[in-house]
Every structure is written in structure tokens, then in C-alpha cells.
């Protein structure tokens, strides 16, 4: 994932899908506009209000979750992710499965049809050509590409013809087709061969500000800070949008978005603070929602380190949490409960596994039984050692200061001491390489979040092979039966068989404790109630219709 995703997340509508979302805060529509809408809508032109500016325009080469999600705007994938938690065909007409032949019986082999009649916004053909070509810069060593996960196992593109691919693997893995050119952790849009191709490499081309793409909108201009002017592509194969513009705003205070929404300055934002709610949820003219979103807060725990590496103590430190305060004090009730790191509105849930209710007493029973009596201060010591910890964070982000307060406070009650610890993000998040504290287990436990993709691959999560820099097994948690769980799921591509599998995994974490699920995020959108269509996806980005929408 990038920034605001996978382990870089710091945790931080309109219409409900299957995963839910709530509308909270809605306005009385004041007449005053041309057709009886809001004064201060401008017919036909959106404009979004958002915290981050991205570092490009091509996610390929880019670090930033906002890189991908502007990306659905002018890019082109071959399947967008809805908000009925289902793809939608974009650049191929036909997601492959065993059933339609797509996938080879071993699934080694995964035959895509191509959509006809595509063009770039240059008016330059679509077809095969780019696709193979994209392949290539994303497995080229000279481009900075974020993750070439998936990717790599290709070992030939065969054309068919000039729209029908043959895609040969080194193995069956079965989060392919959610990863290819799809909504995975890092997803990329297909590129122009007919520009870029000419390239040694795209890490500082003109087309990383200006991309030609075959989506529903096309980039008029970017200049760092300021907006990006999306206009409508009237050659869209779908049609030309129903919105003329979209002007994106990176706005870099979240108080400063809030003020825009009051004075309707803007007419979206889509990920608002939940430190804000209460004044987000109740501005005129405004509809609020909240959309639950594959996105949860952890307290890590490193299981290495030796005041961990017992189970029981893990174990306490869950039962010692009041998660339901902590979510209603810190995240003013927007957030949910979790406990497995699958969302619950995922085909791979398993609701049947230990749930850690607050439960001070049973985490003091835990921890007698472990041999950490209390001392004459209260905290627990066991052969002359304390029961103190380091909770390690980010400096400067307002949620994980008051989770690590909260958590500082109930661990204290039941005799554990946490000591902590906040860093820069840029050394927080730092490579294992460059002696990141999240990479290099610098601490006992962390506050961060992981945000999933449409397929509930979490095998570089939790997997023995996966420790850092292999991987993103902060944790340093290793069971043998977890792993041969997940290379069945990584292998079957029956559904059947990969529920199973993950229900075995998560039940596993669930038991072992590598990590404290503190919630599960509901992503705050506040939209102009002349906005129609908006109706945010559930999983790595809320924009996958943007063709329908309409103000």
C-alpha cells in the first residue's frame, strides 16, 4: 500500500452499499439556484477539499494513496471496485474465473478480453500493446514503482490479438486478478505505449504531471498547490460524464476544510477528520455520511520482544482495553469495533473468533497466572523485571496521541507501565534499510493502520517469511499452521476453499495476539446536497463512478 495505506496508514455517502454507511447530518435543501438548488452550486463543477497534494499524477511512480485515487478520475483499470463491494468492468469486459475459463484449471494461465473501441484522451487506439507495455515500466528496474507484488510472477504476456491477452504465471496465487491492473494495494492504471514507450524511464516525465489516460476525465493542469482541473473526456467510452469539472483543492489544515464546507467554498470531501464530526455533521446545505471503509486501527505488538513473547500477557493487554470508550473519546463515535483483520463485510469474515471485551479483572488474572505480581507503584514485576513498555507513535497525529494516552491510562490499571514514545512519520515509516521503528521493531508495541484491498490477501501481514525487509510482519509472529493456511489461500482460487482457509487464520490471530485491533474505520464523507451519485466504494478508494456523478 501507499501512503494512507497498508502499514504507512496513520488512522486518522451518500448512498449505503453492502458494507453499510450511515447518513447522519442532513440539511434542508435552501432553494436559490437555477432548478431550485443551493445558491452556492456551480452547475456541472465539483470541487473536492481534501488534506493531501499528490507527489504525481501517475501512481506507477507515485507514494500517496491520493496518487491512486485521483488516478480513477482520468485513469484507466480493468475493473473499478463499487460500492456494492463488486467489480465493475472498465478496461476488460470480463473478470476471468475458473467458471467462464478465465483462470486455467492449475491457474497458472488468466485470459482477459479487452474492451474495443477505447481511446486515450489524445484519440490515439487502445489495445493490448499498452497493456503489455505497462507491464514492462512496472517490472523495469530503472522506475521507482512502489510494488511490483503480483506482478513479478508473470513470466510472458501473450497477444492474442489486438484485444485478448494471455497472462502466464509462475504459479497459481490466487489475488491475481484483484492485483493485475485491478484494485489491489497499489493499484495502476494501464499507461500509453504510444507515449511513454519511448522512455529509458518514467520516474520524471512530463506525463506524471499531464497524463494521457482513457478515463471519464482529462487533466487540464497541475502546479503544486494548487488545484487540479479535471474536464469531462466527451469521447469517454461510456459516455460523456454527466459533470463538466472537477477542480481538486489540497487543502493542508483540517480546520481550514471545515471552514470551506461552512462557507461552501468546496462541495466534497471525502475522508474527513473525525475530530471535526460534530461540526462536519451539521452544516447547512451539506449532506454527512459515514461509509465503512477496509481500514483498521492496530496497536501492534512486537511478539520478539521478551516482555511480549508470552501469549497471556498479549492477551491482557486486549482484555485490559475499554475499545468502545477509547473509539467513543477518541474517535467521537465514528469508528467500530474489530476483531480480526478481515472487514466484516468481507466474504472472508469469520465472526467466530475470541473477542476481547474490556475486561480489567480477567486481564489481572492473566498476569498473575503469568507469574507478574504487582509492586509496591502498583506495576507488575516478574524475576526483578517491570512490566513497562514502549508504545511507540507518529508525532503530531492528534488519534494516535489520545489512543496512546488511553491505552497508557487502562494498562496502568491493571499493573502493565507504557512508556511513550512518538517519532517523525518520516522515521516512523522509514525502510527497514534506512532504520524505520515500525520496519526495524524498535518497540513493544506501535499505533498505526493497515488498509486492505478488495481481495483479503494478508499473507505479507502475518506470515513467517514476511518479517521486515522481507515483508510487513512487524510483529515478528510466526506460527506454522497460520502459514499453511494461507498457501492454501494463496493457491485455491475456489472461494469454498479460501473461506475455510482464512477462517482458520484469523481464528489463529485471534487466539495467538499479534496485534490490538482498536477499530475499524468509517470514512467520513460531507458532500453539497446538490451532489447526486456520489456513492463511495468500500475498499482502497471511495471514487470508482465518477462518470455519474452530477451536480
Known amino acids: 500500500m501507499k501512503l494512507l495505506g497498508r502499514i504507512a496508514a496513520l488512522a486518522l455517502a451518500g448512498v449505503c452499499g453492502l458494507a453499510g454507511c450511515s447518513k447522519v447530518g442532513t440539511s434542508s435543501e435552501a432553494g436559490g439556484a437555477a432548478g431550485g438548488g443551493n445558491p452556492w452550486t456551480q452547475h456541472g463543477v465539483l470541487r473536492i477539499g481534501n488534506l493531501q497534494e499528490p507527489d504525481t499524477l501517475d501512481p506507477e511512480v507515485g507514494n500517496q494513496q491520493i496518487d491512486s485515487d485521483l488516478a480513477m478520475l482520468w485513469g484507466g483499470f480493468f ?25 486455467s484449471k492449475d491457474g497458472r494461465t488468466i485470459t482477459y478480453h479487452l474492451r474495443r473501441g ?59 486478478v484483484a ?9 495502476f492504471p494501464v499507461l500509453p505505449a504510444h507515449i511513454l514507450a519511448k522512455y529509458p524511464n518514467i520516474n520524471q516525465v512530463p506525463y506524471n504531471s499531464q497524463p494521457i489516460g482513457t478515463g471519464p476525465f482529462s487533466v487540464q493542469r497541475w502546479q503544486r498547490g494548487s ?4 474536464e469531462a473526456n466527451p469521447h469517454y467510452w461510456r459516455g460523456a460524464p454527466k459533470l463538466k469539472r472537477i477542480e481538486y483543492d489540497p487543502v493542508p489544515n483540517e480546520n481550514t476544510i471545515v471552514t470551506l464546507i461552512q462557507s461552501h467554498e468546496i462541495d466534497l470531501e471525502y475522508n474527513g477528520s473525525a475530530a471535526n464530526w460534530q461540526q462536519l455533521k451539521s ?6 455520511t459515514l461509509t465503512d471503509f477496509n481500514q483498521f486501527g492496530q496497536l501492534a505488538l512486537n511478539t520478539s520482544s521478551p516482555l511480549l513473547a508470552d501469549v497471556s500477557v498479549r492477551k491482557a493487554l486486549w482484555y485490559a482495553l475499554d475499545s468502545p470508550g477509547i473509539i467513543e473519546r477518541v474517535s467521537h463515535g465514528v469508528n467500530v469495533p474489530g476483531y480480526t483483520d478481515q472487514p466484516s463485510f468481507s466474504w472472508a469474515y469469520n465472526p467466530n ?34 512490566l ?37 512519520t518520516s522515521l ?33 501481514l502475518i506470515m513467517c517469511d514476511q518479517f521486515p525487509p522481507n515483508g510487513q510482519n512487524v510483529y515478528h509472529f510466526c506460527n506454522k499452521t497460520l502459514d499453511a493456511a494461507e498457501r492454501v489461500a494463496l493457491a485455491s482460487n475456489d472461494r469454498a476453499v479460501r473461506k475455510k482457509a482464512y477462517d482458520r487464520v484469523q481464528a489463529i490471530m485471534a487466539d495467538q495476539v499479534p496485534l490490538v485491533i482498536s477499530w475499524y474505520v468509517r470514512r467520513i464523507t460531507v458532500e453539497n446536497t446538490d451532489l447526486k451519485n456520489y456513492k463511495p466504494a468500500h475498499a482502497v478508494t471511495p471514487f470508482w463512478n465518477s462518470w455519474e456523478w452530477e451536480i
Open 79 to 103: 475493473f473499478n471496485w463499487s460500492d456494492q463491494n463488486q467489480y465493475v468492468p472498465e478496461l476488460a469486459t470480463e473478470l476471468p474465473t475458473l467458471q467462464n475459463g478465465g483462470i
Open 118 to 176: 477505447v481511446t486515450w484522451h489524445d484519440g490515439a487506439p487502445f489495445d493490448a500493446r499498452d497493456v503489455i507495455f505497462t507491464w514492462h515500466a512496472i517490472m523495469n528496474k530503472s522506475n521507482n514503482i512502489p510494488s511490483t507484488v503480483g506482478f513479478d510472477l508473470v513470466t510472458a504476456i501473450d497477444q492474442v490479438d489486438p484485444f485478448t491477452i494471455r497472462v502466464h504465471l509462475k504459479q497459481s496465487w490466487a489475488p491475481f
Open 179 to 187: 492485483t493485475f491492473f485491478n484494485q489491489s494495494g497499489t493499484p
Open 227 to 230: 488545484k487540479i482541473v479535471f
Open 283 to 288: 452544516v447547512p446545505g451539506t449532506r454527512a
Open 353 to 386: 473468533v475470541t473477542h476481547y471485551n474490556y475486561d480489567p479483572a480477567k486481564a489481572r488474572q492473566l498476569l498473575d497466572a503469568a507469574g507478574w505480581k504487582p509492586g509496591a507503584d502498583g506495576i507488575r514485576t516478574k524475576n526483578g523485571t517491570r
Open 388 to 424: 513497562s513498555i514502549t508504545l511507540a507513535g507518529v508525532s503530531g497525529s492528534a488519534n494516535g496521541t489520545a489512543v496512546a494516552v488511553q491505552a497508557q491510562r487502562y494498562w496502568k490499571d491493571v499493573g502493565v507501565e507504557a512508556e511513550v514514545k512518538n517519532y517523525t
Open 428 to 460: 516512523f515509516f522509514a525502510s527497514y534499510g534506512a532504520g524505520g521503528i515500525v520496519q526495524t521493531g524498535k518497540f513493544d508495541a506501535a499505533f498505526f493502520s493497515w488498509v486492505g484491498g478488495t481481495d483479503p490477501d494478508d499473507s505479507t
